[in-house]
């Protein structure tokens, strides 16, 4: 049985926002079977009593003062955009 | 020696004693970089020489793997959604190999995002390894320790998320370290997995290594997971000596599946180290099988969502489909993603969302996180009878271009030596330790605890001033 079906690498593909071309699916579908087999190894293992790690570095609240400093200048920010008007980045429209 | 087969104490050394001039180092090495380039493909691009600034303090020449801002300077992570992109901002390691007054040379060539281990990957052409022009370089910082293999540059900065900067280290005989996590501020460095990141030295040698952790090194509020600890000056940990010194070799990574050749280099190690005054301890880390299966899911989720940002909206390149399929923006997002990322891009944000998503994140994330847990624990049971760990750096030297190409997980296996310091935190180097009998390096990795680079650059300085491995050039 397989692990991974078709559809569930289209699901995934669109939670991703990746349009996938037909070929890609299947080639997809091949690599994650067999990645995810492999990963199922982890199953082996009892941990029900262990804590998981996030980070590697035990931090927490890393805060800074509240003061107003020195930021990027807007159009040295703007510049980086790849279509722009009035000062603003310029996307397609969303709301009909 | 050509000053562009140099190390970059040696010629500070020059430097002061009025012996030659930046501008003279400068042009060795784009000599070098002109002469031999075409074949190894080190770069992605190189900046113009009449744009160098030689009156800092250190001006030696540097390359930089692709995925670190620069301001004004294209920076693309060898991505094609990312051509063009010029940062607004540098990279806090960049600022200071600035203040340093350091030559960037030009952007080194990697593995899409850092997705690889081998640079064959990379959306402009693969890197060949200096020692074997048919083999690759090792990756994700291929062309980094391409460049410093092929005395293209005097040392390089790449970035090491599950052995990216140790594995090609190895392969191409250099010394790559990857400090222990928070050492090196990540402001700048283009995200993959913000928990794994950090940024290192490729150099010729062990001193060189210290050097320039010494430049990149240290606290930085743009970082909030940088670590606020004391950065000690670690020439001075430069020592020749171990008496005394406990060495562990877990006995779990000298398994099934090595290459001979390479096993016979460790063990020679332990020679050398023994006669140094070091007592071998043996060590055990239970869990390093399941290292590769971890990492491959807590990274690729974490990746996941830090390229969730390369959508079209803002910067880099924007792609929509000729018709309308779901609505203009998903499109557009859809479109934009297809087109810039490369297959194993792709491969990994999918197994990463797939991961988080409803329904298995319990079964692959969290399952996944707790295992890190239990791999941490190992490493910091053994760092209670030990000083240091060593192992090979990975189980093969470095293999023919096209040879794991067509298979991911085969690919992903060799990185088995190097995710586990990753997973921890802990600082590691890869420095080369001997030669296979086709003439390809041979890497060995010391690992010790956490925030312990002193110790780390104390074993490898013994191992190194003990052995001539590291005075070796490679003939192009």
Redesign the interface.
Known sequence: MSI?TDH??RY??????????EE?VG??QN??E???G??N???E?D?SA????????S?EN?F?PDEVKPS?AHD??L?????QRDGA?K????IE | MKLHERTAHDLLDLLKDGQTTPAEIHRSVLGQINEHDDKVHAYLRVNPAESADYSGTQPIPIAIKDNMCMEDLETTCASQILKG?????DATVIRKLKESGAVLIGNTNMDEFAFGSSTENSSSGVTRNPWGLDRVPGGSSGGSAAAVAANEAIWAIGSDTGGSIRQPAAFCGVVGLKPT??RVSRYGLIAFAS??DQIGPFTKDVTDSALLLNIIAGHD?LD??S?DVPVPDYTRALVNDVKGLKIGMPREYFVDGMDPEVKAAIEQVKTVLQDKGATFVDVSLP?T??A???Y??VGTAEA?SNL?RF????????R??AET?K?????????T??AG?G?ET??R???G??SL?SGYYD??Y?????????I?NDLEKAFEQVDAIITPTSPTTAFKIGERSAD??AM?LSDIFTIPA?????PAVSMPCGFSGEGLPIGLQIVTK?FDEEMLFRVAYTYEQNTDWHTKRVEL
Do not use: C, W
Not at chain 2, 85 to 89: E, I, L, M, V
């Open positions: 991974i569930d690498v995934v593909a669109a939670l991703a926002r990746i349009h996938l071309k890609e080639q997809l690599d994650l067999k990645i995810i492999y990963i190894k982890l199953k293992l941990v262990v804590e998981p790690t996030s980070h590697a570095l931090l890393v800074r990027l040295k920010a510049a980086i955009a790849i279509e980045f996307v397609p429209k969303v | 992109f010029r940062s607004p901002y996590y928070g928990s794994l509020p909030s997971t670590a869990h099988e399941y590769v299966a971890t491959y899911i996941s969730a959508d079209g909206v803002q910067y880099g390149q924007r929509r489909p399929r609505n203009p923006l998903v499109d557009m997002y859809e479109e993603r297809d990322f297959p792709k491969r944000i999918i197994l969302t797939y998503s079964a692959y969290l399952r996944a996180l707790k295992v890190r847990t239990l941490k991911p997980l992903y990753n997973l921890s935190g802990m956490a």
